[in-house]
T-cell receptor, first 112, second 118 residues
Framework: DQQVKQNSPSLSVQEGRISILNCDYT??????FLWYKKYPAEGPTFLIS?????DKNEDGRFTVFLNKSAKHLSLHIVPSQPGDSAVYFC???????????FGTGTSLTVIP | SQTIHQWPATLVQPVGSPLSLECTVE??????LYWYRQAAGRGLQLLFY??????ISSEVPQNLSASRPQDRQFILSSKKLLLSDSGFYLC?????????????????FGQGTRLTVV
């Protein structure tokens, strides 16, 4: 049962434009959401997170938006750079849980 | 600072051979430890996690097993590899969970092991 879903397997964006990566989840009890970036043959690296009590968190070019009523979160990258080309995973967890639930990833290509 | 080491980086093994992948964490105590697998074109599948020495939770029944002989050491094993065991294996750690809201943290991943079973 996939509790965290990324329905777009790939996305292409022109350099300098906005990249929007989407993620949906099914369990309304999740407390914490995270985004990871992964290059081929490397482990994922943490990008940004958001608590369920917030609806927005910003860190430089990266902003995560959370819509709890829709059980939806998105990662905005502005402006997009070629180095942002990677696979992006969203993940969710509970405050008192030990597991991270990952989506299937979205491959972002930023075209120079 | 905390670091995570995972080895080997790549491994080619024949079908039916044993497997042992090792992961160690430095700079923290009592971490939660995880083994994930990323099959080709797929997402991250949680295989095992551990909240303490000797405590292993299995998420997916399969040909693999995990052990945690020391606080910061996590081992993934198989007695006989199958072709379907090929994939990219990732070890990760996170701070042990507390009940205090707001003290959650992310998981930190190792560099991964590319396993090819031939």
């Amino acid at each position: 049962d996939q509790q965290v879903k990324q329905n777009s397997p790939s996305l292409s964006v022109q350099e300098g434009r906005i990249s929007i990566l989407n993620c949906d989840y099914t369990n309304s009890m999740f407390d914490y959401f995270l985004w990871y970036k992964k290059y081929p043959a490397e482990g994922p690296t943490f990008l940004i997170s958001i608590s369920s009590i917030k609806d927005k968190n910003e860190d430089g070019r990266f902003t995560v938006f959370l819509n709890k009523s829709a059980k939806h979160l998105s990662l905005h990258i502005v402006p997009s750079q070629p180095g942002d080309s990677a696979v992006y995973f969203c993940a969710a967890r509970f405050y008192t849980g030990n597991q991270f639930y990952f989506g299937t990833g979205t491959s972002l290509t930023v075209i120079p | 600072s905390q670091t995570i080491h995972q080895w080997p980086a790549t491994l080619v093994q024949p079908v039916g051979s044993p497997l042992s992948l090792e992961c160690t964490v430095e700079g923290t105590s009592n971490p939660n430890l995880y083994w994930y697998r990323q099959a080709a074109g797929r997402g991250l599948q949680l295989l095992f996690y551990s909240v303490g020495i000797g405590q292993i939770s299995s998420e997916v029944p399969q040909n693999l097993s995990a052990s945690r002989p020391q606080d910061r050491q996590f081992i993934l094993s198989s007695k006989k590899l199958l072709l379907s065991d090929s994939g990219f294996y990732l070890c990760a750690w996170s701070v042990g969970i507390t009940d205090s809201v707001g003290e959650n943290t992310e998981a930190f991943f190792g560099q991964g092991t590319r396993l090819t079973v031939v």
